[in-house]
């Protein structure tokens, strides 16, 4: 760690000194774009701009892919640290979740071409090695006719959807914002990542990710992912309800595959450690897969639009954002960010020492 108590350049300390940057300049991008977010209580249809300070922490994420080359340039044979590398999957998914109404933060067509592409193949492998407690509706079970013969919905539903989600999240349909069409990002597309980012947190914290509250998040996320592909994105059939809840452990791929990749990784996080979050996770999903299902009398489009007041999108991304705030100090704030606070918790340096030293150091 660097001697924070010096104002001398000291090279055996560069290293250290780039690390705690680049720490900082991420979770303060982290911080920046949940700030920003219209559950946060920012509306954008303020024509003000943002606070410099705020402005200032966004250019960071532009910054970030230019910082982080100079930092593998400068330092090629050393290894980042699993915090570093957390708070970078931290601030990619950050970024496409809360920008994702904004062309500007949405990849090119083709890039989500290839990415709806292999999470669809990524679902279609799980549903094939699919364990014998899933909750998953066949293509051929009674409960998922509707969704073959009344979908998609009609263009009229769909811009009526799309309208309400925008107006929900702060957002004039105006030329610059598009949603609900294939240029455009989905929850689905961001689900991936989400618990890619989600089976992280266990390893760097020691502890245990799969929460009760993150069950319920975690279902909540694929409930609305499914209903926005068929309420906005005109999603038809049964495969896109399939794909959005195929989540879970699945012991055939603890079997085959014996990797360090983010599928292994989600996989053991809905294992737990003694094959405690499997059944609680099973019930969970089960509970909000069954919301999804209409009953026989009811047109699908209703039951939907009955579901979507009753869990409205906006509320369920300050879930996410509620979760998010929680990861970007996880599993400590960078030590740049405290010293900013004016608190060196990581040294156990109270207000008054960390003045001190702040003091001591010019800074």
């Known amino acids: 760690m660097a001697n924070l108590d010096t104002k ?37 249809r303020d024509p003000q701009p943002l606070s410099t300070s705020v402005e200032s922490s966004l250019a960071i994420v532009d910054c970030k892919p ?20 957390f708070r970078l999957s931290l601030l990619k998914f950050t970024v496409i979740f ?10 090119p067509l083709s890039s989500l071409e290839q990415l709806r592409l292999r999470n669809q193949n990524r679902a279609n492998d799980w549903l094939w090695r699919e364990p014998s407690t899933s909750v998953v509706p066949s293509l051929h079970d009674p409960d998922t006719a509707q969704y073959k013969a009344a979908t998609p919905l009609s263009e009229g539903e769909l811009r009526r959807n799309r309208d309400e989600v925008l107006a929900a999240h702060l957002h004039p349909p105006f030329p610059d914002v598009h949603y609900g069409v294939p240029a455009s990002l989905s929850l689905l597309d961001t689900l991936t990542p989400f618990m890619a980012l989600s089976a992280t947190v266990a390893p760097i914290g020691g502890g245990r990710s799969v929460t009760g509250v993150w069950m319920s998040t975690a279902a909540e996320y694929m409930l609305q992912a499914a209903l926005e592909q068929y309420r906005a994105f005109g999603a038809s ?27 292994s990784k989600i996989n053991a ?38 579901i979507s007041r009753r869990l409205p999108t906006a509320a ?14 996880f599993p400590e704030r960078p030590l740049l960010a405290q010293l900013e ?3 060196l918790d990581s040294f156990g340096l109270g207000a008054a020492e960390t003045s001190a030293l702040r003091q001591r150091c010019g800074v």
């Open 341 to 343: 606070a004016g608190k």
């Open 98 to 107: 809360t920008r994702r109404f904004q062309p500007s933060s949405t990849p």
């Open 316 to 329: 369920f991304e300050a879930k996410v954002i509620d979760f998010l705030h929680g990861l970007a100090n």
């Open 8 to 44: 001398c350049a000291d090279a055996s300390l560069q290293l250290d000194v780039d690390e705690m940057i680049l720490d900082y300049m991420l979770h303060s991008a982290v911080k920046a774009l949940l700030e920003d977010h219209p559950t946060q209580g920012r509306d954008h």
């Open 237 to 263: 059939g049964a495969q896109t309800l399939r794909e959005a809840f195929a989540w879970g452990h699945n012991p055939r791929m603890e079997i085959e595959r014996d990797d360090d990749g983010d599928e």
């Open 66 to 85: 230019t910082y982080l080359a100079l930092f593998k340039l400068n330092h090629p044979s050393h290894v980042v640290p699993p915090g570093v590398r």
């Open 269 to 306: 996080m809905f294992w737990g450690a003694e094959g405690e979050v499997t059944g609680e996770w099973e019930k969970v999903k089960a509970h909000y897969l069954a919301m999804l299902i209409p009953p026989p009398s009811l047109p699908l489009h209703t039951h939907l639009d009955t």
